[in-house]
C-alpha cells in the first residue's frame, strides 16, 4: 500500500491539466442493478489474526447479490486461519493459505483463481459500507474502458496525538483518461489499495501486480500506483468515486511513521524509474512534481516559519528509488500471473 503522505499540490502545480468529469458518475437503476455482475472481493492477509473478522463480517453484510469473497492468507501462523473459521458455512467465502511472502504475489494468486471480471479489494484492516460493492461496480458499468476504480479512504476512531491512520480523500469524483493526464489526490496517487477495484482483463493484459513492489516485497510499497500508471500506459482509464469509502483502522504511530514514509518514496520513485526505462517519458514530470509535493514544499513551509527543513532525508529515498527503478530490468518473471500448483501451502 502506498502510505498516504499529507502534502496536496498546490492548485496551479505542474498536473493541473486534468479532465474532471463529476457528470459522467450516475447511480445504477433498479434495472441495472438487477443485471449487475458476478464480482470477485479479494482480502490479501498476512498474521493479522483476530482483528480480520470486522472486516470479513463487513463484507459479508454487503447488499449485493451475486459476489464471492476470496482471502488469501499469507500468515507465518495459524492465528488468522482460526479466525475466518467462524465463516467457512457461508457460502459466499472461500479461504485459501499460501506460503509466499508479498502482497502482489498474494493479489496475483487471487486473480488466478477467480473468474469473474471485476475484482474488488480492501486491506484486512479495513471495514466496508452494506452498498461498497455495488457502488464499486457502477463505473465499470458506465464506463466501459474504465479499468480501475478507486474510492475515499477514511481513519477510524485513533488518538491523533500519538499517531495516525493512513487516508484518501477526495470530494469530487475524478475520470484520468490517459497517461498525459495522470492527477493525484496526495501528491503521490489517485487513491490507495485499501479500496481498489480492477478489470481482471486489465491485469491480464500487463501481466498482473510487479511481484518486486508492495509489502514484503524489495521495493516495499506502491503496487498499486505501479498498477495505476501501467494500465493507464496500456490504454485504460482510471475512476475516482468519491459516494462510498471504507474505514481504515491501521494505526501506526508518528515514529512508525517516519519509516513508512521513506518505504513508500522507495517504492515511488522506483516506479517512476522502471517507466522512465520503458521510454514513458512523461513521468519524468509526474516524478518532478511528487519530489516538489513531498520534499520542496514542506522545506520551504519550514524556511518560512524560520525552521531548518526537517523532512529533506525524503529526497534521499526518492532518488534512490528512481536509481533503482532505473537500473532493474523490466523483466517478464515480475509481471505474469502465478503458476497456482507451485504457490499454494499443501490442504
Request: net charge positive.
Amino acid at each position: 500500500m502506498v502510505y498516504n503522505i499529507v502534502v496536496a499540490l498546490p492548485s496551479a502545480s505542474i498536473l493541473s491539466t486534468h479532465h474532471l468529469r463529476s457528470d459522467l458518475y450516475k447511480e445504477p437503476s433498479p434495472r441495472v442493478h438487477q443485471e449487475m455482475p458476478a464480482i470477485t472481493v479479494l482480502i490479501c492477509t498476512c498474521n493479522r489474526g483476530d482483528s480480520v473478522r470486522a472486516t470479513i463480517s463487513s463484507v459479508l453484510a454487503n447488499t449485493y447479490a451475486n459476489f464471492k469473497l476470496l482471502i488469501i492468507d499469507q500468515s507465518s501462523d495459524q492465528r488468522t486461519a482460526h479466525a475466518v473459521a467462524q465463516f467457512c458455512g457461508d457460502r459466499h467465502l472461500r479461504y485459501i493459505h499460501t506460503n509466499t511472502c508479498g502482497k502482489s504475489w498474494a493479489i496475483n494468486i487471487g486473480l488466478s483463481l477467480t473468474t469473474t471480471e471485476i475484482v474488488i479489494m480492501t486491506d484486512d484492516d479495513c471495514e466496508v459500507p452494506p452498498d461498497w460493492i455495488a457502488k464499486m461496480v457502477a463505473p465499470f458499468l458506465y464506463h466501459p474502458q474504465v479499468g480501475i476504480v478507486f474510492c475515499n479512504v477514511a481513519a477510524g476512531p485513533h488518538d491523533s496525538l500519538t499517531g495516525f491512520i493512513p487516508i484518501s480523500r477526495r470530494s469530487h469524483p475524478l475520470l484520468i483518461e490517459d497517461l498525459a493526464h495522470w492527477q493525484t489526490c496526495d501528491g503521490v496517487n489517485i487513491g490507495i489499495g485499501a479500496g481498489m477495484a480492477i478489470r481482471r482483463s486489465v491485469a491480464k493484459a500487463i501481466g498482473g501486480f510487479d511481484i518486486r513492489f508492495g509489502p514484503g516485497a524489495h521495493f516495499h510499497s506502491a503496487e498499486d500506483l505501479d498498477f495505476s500508471l501501467h494500465a493507464l500506459a496500456a490504454g485504460y482509464q482510471i475512476y475516482r468515486t468519491t459516494v462510498v469509502g471504507v474505514i481504515h483502522y491501521g494505526f501506526r504511530t508518528y515514529a512508525d511513521g517516519r519509516q513508512l514514509t521513506h518505504r513508500s518514496l522507495f517504492g515511488i520513485g522506483a516506479v517512476y524509474g522502471q517507466l522512465l526505462r520503458r521510454g514513458y517519458w512523461i513521468c519524468l514530470r509526474y516524478y518532478v512534481a511528487t519530489f516538489i509535493a513531498v520534499v520542496v514544499v514542506p522545506a520551504l513551509n519550514d524556511l518560512i516559519h524560520s525552521q531548518l527543513p526537517r523532512k529533506l532525508g525524503r529526497a534521499f529515498w526518492l532518488i534512490r528509488g528512481l536509481v533503482e527503478g532505473l537500473c532493474a530490468p523490466p523483466t517478464s518473471h515480475t509481471r505474469e500471473f502465478i503458476d497456482i500448483p507451485k504457490v499454494l501451502a499443501p490442504s
